[in-house]
């Protein structure tokens, strides 16, 4: 007798048909394919959820250190001084600038703040800790200004925010004002709590957090690799931190919370009931989606102070 429990499954009909239109463009097993192919099955996925720019926006791309590419998002209504520093998710395998280009529009306009994205270094070619490198200087470099800055990240680029904050900490770097950690991969065990109660769950298995972290290939005691193993959580900055139920990372940002929250530091942290890993692309097609990139504009712009 198969003693499996059921992969447990959202409800809401318009993330289950994200799900299937995704399934279509980067399917389940795509960890075991080529990084080439999963690079070309990720572009396209991304492509099928791209959305127009916020009428009015403004780009325009550059290298920090005449290397690392960023691209600034300014919006045709700016309310604050504070910037976004915007870090994007993909397994540290998968991602550039234009994968989240729309992303990273709609929540420049939808925040009236702008926006700075990094195009770091991706595993295998570049191992850690070359993609927290990267973000690292460009986070330097924003601050050199001396203007206020609200890190935000997704996933990989999650963990890379988190990482950054306390990096800075660490060196005493002044100027973050904020933290924003979107279904971030924070350095959970892989064995219990939803790593296993949603190790099979739709868009993100726990097999595959395990196979991104291998090819990452940082050190298990690096707690800047792994945020959850930093020691001391007090004198960071506020957070916004918002998780997805049928995730297998849904418990790091939920222990990275109360971590924070333990620590004296302000937090705000949402899980979404009906979500599934990577429901930023959904925003528009998926009920809950919609609301909860509602909610994270209105948690970022209270960051940045435009709300």
Same mark, same amino acid.
């Given at each position: 007798?198969?003693?499996?429990?059921?992969?447990?499954?959202?409800?809401?009909?318009?993330?289950?048909?994200?799900?299937?239109?995704?399934?279509?463009?980067?399917?389940?097993?795509?960890?075991?394919?080529?990084?080439?192919?999963?690079?070309?099955?990720?572009?396209?996925?991304?492509?099928?959820?791209?959305?127009?720019?916020?009428?009015?926006?403004?780009?325009?791309?550059?290298?920090?250190?005449?290397?690392?590419?960023?691209?600034?998002?300014?919006?045709?209504? @700016?309310?604050?001084?504070?910037?976004?520093?915007?870090?994007?998710?993909?397994?540290?395998?998968v991602g550039s600038l234009q994968s989240h280009d729309a992303i990273c529009a709609e929540l420049a306009h939808g925040t009236r703040a702008e926006l700075v994205s990094v195009d770091?270094?991706?595993?295998?070619?570049?191992?850690?800790?070359?993609?927290?490198?990267?973000?690292?200087?460009?986070?330097? =470099?924003?601050?050199?200004?001396?203007?206020?800055?609200?890190?935000?990240?997704? =996933?990989?680029?999650?963990?890379?925010?988190?990482? @950054?904050?306390?990096?800075?900490?660490?060196?005493?770097?002044?100027?973050?004002? *904020?933290?924003?950690?979107?279904?971030? &991969?924070?350095? &959970?065990?892989?064995? =219990?709590?939803?790593?296993?109660?949603?190790?099979?769950?739709?868009?993100?298995?726990?097999?595959? @957090?395990?196979?991104?972290?291998? @090819?990452?290939?940082?050190?298990?005691?690096?707690?800047?690799?792994?945020?959850?193993?930093?020691?001391?959580?007090?004198?960071?900055?506020?957070?916004?931190?918002?998780?997805?139920?049928?995730?297998?990372?849904?418990?790091?940002?939920?222990?990275?919370?109360?971590?924070?929250?333990?620590?004296?530091?302000?937090?705000?942290?949402?899980?979404?009931?009906?979500?599934?890993?990577?429901?930023?692309?959904?925003?528009?097609?998926?009920? &809950?989606?919609?609301? *909860?990139?509602?909610?994270?504009?209105?948690?970022?712009?209270?960051?940045? &102070?435009?709300?």
């Amino acid at each position: 007798m198969d003693s499996r429990q059921p992969t447990p499954m959202p409800t809401e009909p318009g993330i289950l048909a994200f799900h299937e239109r995704c399934e279509a463009f980067y399917p389940a097993d795509a960890v075991g394919a080529s990084i080439e192919q999963q690079r070309q099955w990720y572009d396209a996925l991304c492509a099928e959820f791209d959305a127009e720019s916020p009428e009015r926006l403004t780009q325009c791309d550059e290298r920090v250190e005449g290397r690392i590419p960023v691209r600034h998002y300014r919006p045709a209504v @700016v309310t604050t001084e504070t910037r976004i520093f915007y870090i994007h998710g993909g397994g540290f395998v998968v991602g550039s600038l234009q994968s989240h280009d729309a992303i990273c529009a709609e929540l420049a306009h939808g925040t009236r703040a702008e926006l700075v994205s990094v195009d770091y270094r991706l595993a295998p070619e570049h191992a850690w800790p070359a993609a927290f490198d990267d973000c690292c200087a460009v986070l330097r =470099s924003l601050l050199a200004d001396g203007r206020p800055l609200v890190v935000v990240g997704d =996933s990989a680029g999650g963990n890379l925010a988190a990482g @950054v904050v306390l990096k800075a900490k660490a060196e005493g770097l002044s100027g973050i004002v *904020g933290q924003v950690l979107i279904y971030p &991969g924070l350095g &959970g065990d892989l064995v =219990s709590g939803s790593y296993a109660e949603m190790a099979g769950a739709p868009g993100l298995s726990t097999a595959d @957090v395990a196979y991104y972290r291998e @090819v990452l290939k940082a050190p298990s005691d690096d707690a800047f690799a792994h945020p959850l193993k930093a020691r001391d959580f007090s004198g960071l900055p506020p957070a916004y931190i918002t998780a997805a139920h049928f995730d297998p990372l849904r418990d790091d940002a939920r222990a990275y919370a109360a971590r924070l929250a333990e620590a004296g530091v302000d937090v705000t942290f949402r899980e979404e009931p009906q979500m599934i890993h990577a429901w930023l692309r959904a925003r528009h097609m998926s009920s &809950g989606a919609g609301e *909860g990139f509602r909610r994270l504009i209105d948690g970022v712009a209270r960051l940045v &102070g435009s709300d």
